[in-house]
């Protein structure tokens, strides 16, 4: 059974630093077709996907934010952890790890968002 | 990165077909997807790959792909399937973009 299950502070301050944790079971973080990503959402708002980590650490960030977060892994641990510096209270929102499963068609590689964690309210205010 | 474009709300009554769309000018060359997000919970692939649908997803679900515009469609709607929908693809760097997603009321 493939589980994913997100961690974190629930309040951060104005620019400090968020730290969360995806903790995965039920698949390894070593396997070569699979990775995680790291998607928010505010509250009554839609998703955003933030950054994506494959088992050869091959790392991707979304254009706007990719200033502020690191993305890395420890597969001994089957954890995910994305940083986000300078938090401001726009970045208040739920925020979502899911496995992301790559495949290989006549077209390329395409990639699903096929489990995701329950999400982690992350909110930002002093 | 690009933009995809959802409208805000479809409403349709039970029994009959929603149709929601989803424009971006990369849809032509890069696949499509759909999610279901009920409230407070975590969202659900219901299609992949413009059309298909995973296992465990009902029939009444399907997906079809022309030009820039993609479109879920959901026939024989009921009232379980009230939720909100969003379009998700890629673009050629590795990024992934979301739409703005869309509320389906069943009336």
């Known amino acids: 059974q493939v589980t994913l299950k997100e961690s974190g502070p629930v309040l951060v301050k104005p620019t400090e630093t968020l730290t969360l944790t995806c903790t995965v079971s039920?698949?390894?973080?070593?396997?070569?077709?699979?990775?995680v990503s790291w998607i928010r959402q505010p509250p009554g708002k839609a998703l955003e996907w933030l950054a994506h980590?494959?088992?050869?650490?091959?790392?991707s960030y979304s254009t706007s934010l990719k200033s502020r977060l690191t993305i890395s892994k420890d597969t001994s641990k089957s954890q995910v952890v994305l940083t986000m510096t300078n938090m401001d209270p726009v970045d208040t929102a739920t925020y979502y790890c899911?496995?992301?499963?790559?495949?290989?068609?006549?077209?390329?590689?395409?990639?699903?968002?096929?489990?995701w964690g329950q999400g982690t309210l992350v909110t930002v205010s002093s | 990165s690009y933009e995809l474009t959802q409208p805000p709300s479809v409403s349709v009554s039970p029994g009959q077909t929603a149709r929601i769309t989803c424009s971006g000018d990369a849809l032509p060359k890069q696949y499509a997807y759909w999610y279901q997000q009920k409230p407070g919970q975590a969202p659900v692939l219901v299609i992949y790959k413009d059309s298909e649908r995973p296992s465990g997803i009902p029939e009444r679900f399907s997906g079809s792909s022309s030009g820039t515009t993609v479109t879920l469609t959901i026939s024989g709607v009921q009232a379980e399937d009230e939720a909100d929908y969003y379009c998700?693809?890629?673009?050629?760097?590795?990024?992934?973009?979301f739409g703005g997603g869309t509320k389906l009321t069943v009336l």
């Open positions: 899911a496995r992301q499963t790559r495949y290989y068609d006549s077209s390329g590689y395409y990639y699903l968002f096929d489990y």
């Open positions: 980590i494959f088992s050869n650490d091959e790392k």
């Open positions: 039920g698949f390894s973080l070593s396997n070569a077709r699979m990775g």
């Open positions: 998700q693809s890629a673009d050629s760097s590795g990024t992934y973009q």
